[in-house]
């Protein structure tokens, strides 16, 4: 053990009260050989290892992503709706409960649609003219902005509208 490694060891131990610190360890020369050659046999399966979880963090939310973007199409698609039959309503109750189920786990999602682009700006995939529309506001939401406990999973996509002229074809 280097003289850096036994004074940091030391000092951590002091942290802990007399009666939980643990003895100075004691190895040989070929014990510390040994030790250093399993280090080097392990550290390639825990590079491995934290690659695959980097992996299994970018299909979750891409899974959440694509789970989110249904549920808020549906739910955009019934609240449309001017009269609801009441299978539908039912079936409203089960997405409700999903929707409530992502919030609870730190999911949210964010439409724009009335917002002022400030500060957190969704891609604008368009952007069309909006008669008597006063200041520029986003008028349209083709895909919510996902996030998942305040790190974004997918960046929303927007139709942006700006004052004045004739629309550009129908913005809402």
Request: aromatic share 4%; no cysteine.
């Amino acid at each position: 053990m280097s003289l850096r490694s036994k004074l940091s060891w030391k000092l951590r131990q002091l942290l802990y009260p007399e009666e939980l610190r643990l003895p100075e360890p004691e190895f040989d020369g070929d014990q510390l050989d040994t030790l250093e050659e399993l280090i080097q046999l392990i550290q390639p399966a825990l590079i491995s290892a934290e690659d695959v979880h980097r992996r299994d963090k970018r299909d979750l939310a891409r899974f959440l992503a694509e789970l989110g973007t249904g549920v808020w199409r549906v739910k955009k698609k019934v609240e449309a709706m001017k009269r609801v039959p009441k299978e539908i309503k039912e079936a409203i109750f089960a997405l409700e409960s999903t929707w409530e189920s992502m919030a609870s786990q730190g999911v949210q999602l964010i439409d724009h649609v009335g917002e002022v682009p400030l500060g957190m700006v969704p891609k604008v995939v368009q952007v069309v003219q909006v008669p008597g529309l006063e200041r520029e506001m986003i008028v349209e939401a083709l895909r919510p902005t996902i996030m998942l406990k305040g790190e974004v999973i997918q960046v929303g996509e927007v139709i942006l509208g700006r004052p004045g002229g004739e629309a550009d074809g129908d913005p809402a």
